[in-house]
C-alpha cells in the first residue's frame, strides 16, 4: 500500500455557559501516521503564544550549585573513556567536548558538551557550534563501532533547558550506541522495512516526494536535508521532521552535510525563538549501515509550561495511553516557518 494521509473528523458537543448553555459543536481530527500508524489528534485552540521567560534566575541558580561542564571544572570533573576506546580520554572539536556519562543509559554512554558558554539561547546557537558538536559526537561513535563491531544501533538526543527534562543548563547532548535499538527506532526500522517489502521502493523517498507535491506540510532543504512538519505531529504545538535522504547512517554524513543540518537547526531555533519557546527535545536516529530501508532523521519539538502553575505538557495522554495532541494544525505551522528558510 502506498502511502496515505488518513484523517477523521470528529465533533464533541456541550452545553457552553458562555452563550447561557446553548449547544456548542467543537470539531476535531484523529490523524494517522502514514508508517507507524500511531493516531495524532489535532486540535485547533486558539490561545496567545507562550509569554517570553526571563530565565536569569533559573542560569544564576544554576551557576551558584557548580557547572561540571564550565571551562573550569571540566578536565578535572568529568569522566574519561578507557584507553581502547579512546585513548586520548576525551575527544575534542572546536569548544565540543565528548567524553563519557557518568549514568549510563546504553551500552556506550557519552554526553557531547557543546559551548565552554553556560547558558546559550536559541538564537546564539552558531553553525559552527552546532556542527562541531555534532562531528565529535560522529567521531565518538565511530570509535565505539571500531571497538566493538557489534554495535549497529546509534541515536543523539538533546533535552534543552529544564522544560524537556534537562537537568544542566550548559548545553549538552546524550550519544548513544548499542546491539539494541531504542523502541522508538526499532518501530521505524520495523515499519520501514515493511514499507519496501509490500512497495518495492523506499518510504522516505516516497514521503519527500509527496510532500514537496502536496506543498502543505514541506518547509525546504538546506544542502540534501529535508525539513518537514509531519502529518500526524507528536508535539502539542510544533513538531518538525528532517531527513539526511540517502543516508542509512549517522556515521556516513558528511561533515557538509552536518553543516547544512545545523543550519536548518539556526533558522528552527529562530522560528522557536520568535514564538517564545525556551526548551526543546531533539532525537537523530540512525539508520543502520548497509540497510537502505530507514534514512537517518532528526525530530525536533518544544517542551513548555501552561499558565501560571507551570502545568506541564505532558500528562498521562502522553505518558500512559500514547496520545498525541497537537494544537495547531501541521499546515498552519509550515506556513509560518517556511518564511525561515526562504532563501
Request: hydrophobic share 35%; net charge negative.
Amino acid at each position: 500500500m502506498a502511502i496515505e494521509f488518513k484523517r477523521e473528523t470528529l465533533q464533541s458537543r456541550f452545553l457552553d455557559p458562555s452563550t447561557n448553555f446553548n449547544e456548542k459543536v467543537y470539531s476535531f481530527e484523529v490523524r494517522t501516521d502514514p508508517l507507524i500508524k500511531e493516531d495524532s489528534y489535532i486540535y485547533e485552540f486558539r490561545t496567545p503564544p507562550p509569554k517570553k521567560i526571563d530565565l536569569s534566575a533559573i542560569i544564576q541558580m544554576s551557576l551558584d550549585r557548580g557547572c561540571p561542564f564550565c571551562p573550569q571544572a571540566i578536565d578535572s570533573v568529568t569522566p574519561k573513556f578507557v584507553s581502547g576506546l579512546v585513548p586520548e580520554g576525551r575527544i575534542r572539536g572546536g569548544e565540543a567536548y565528548v567524553f563519557p556519562n557518568v549514568m549510563p543509559y546504553s551500552l556506550y554512554s557519552a554526553l557531547g558538551v557543546l559551548s565552554s558558554t553556560h547558558f546559550v539561547g536559541l538564537t546564539d546557537f552558531t553553525q559552527e557550534m552546532l556542527t562541531n558538536a555534532l562531528i565529535a559526537s560522529q567521531t565518538y561513535l565511530k570509535r565505539v563501532l571500531e571497538y566493538d563491531a557489534k554495535v549497529k544501533h546509534f541515536y543523539i538526543g538533546w533535552n534543552y533547558m529544564p522544560p524537556s527534562g534537562g537537568s544542566q543548563i550548559h548545553p549538552h547532548f546524550q550519544v548513544e550506541a548499542g546491539y539494541f535499538p531504542s523502541p522508538r527506532q526499532k518501530k521505524l526500522i520495523e515499519a520501514s522495512q515493511q514499507y519496501y517489502l509490500t512497495n518495492g521502493t523506499n518510504f522516505w523517498s516516497d514521503l519527500i516526494g509527496k510532500e514537496q507535491q502536496l506543498g502543505e506540510r514541506y518547509i525546504g532543504h538546506t544542502g540534501s536535508i529535508c525539513w518537514l512538519i509531519p502529518f500526524a505531529p507528536r508535539g502539542k504545538l510544533l513538531d518538525v521532521l528532517a531527513i539526511f535522504e540517502h543516508e542509512d547512517s549517522f556515521l556516513s554524513i558528511s561533515q557538509q552535510e552536518l553543516k547544512h543540518f545545523s543550519a536548518g537547526l539556526e533558522r528552527v531555533f529562530g522560528y522557536m525563538s520568535s514564538q517564545n519557546f525556551y526548551s526543546f527535545n531533539l532525537s537523530i536516529n540512525s539508520g543502520i549501515a548497509g540497510n537502505n530501508y530507514l534514512w537517518t532523521q532528526a525530530r525536533i519539538m518544544p517542551r513548555l509550561a501552561f499558565s501560571e502553575l507551570d502545568v506541564s505538557d505532558c500528562s498521562h495522554f502522553d505518558l500512559l495511553q500514547d496520545v498525541h495532541a497537537c494544537f495547531r494544525y501541521p499546515e498552519d505551522i509550515c506556513q509560518e516557518l517556511r518564511k525561515y528558510f526562504a532563501d
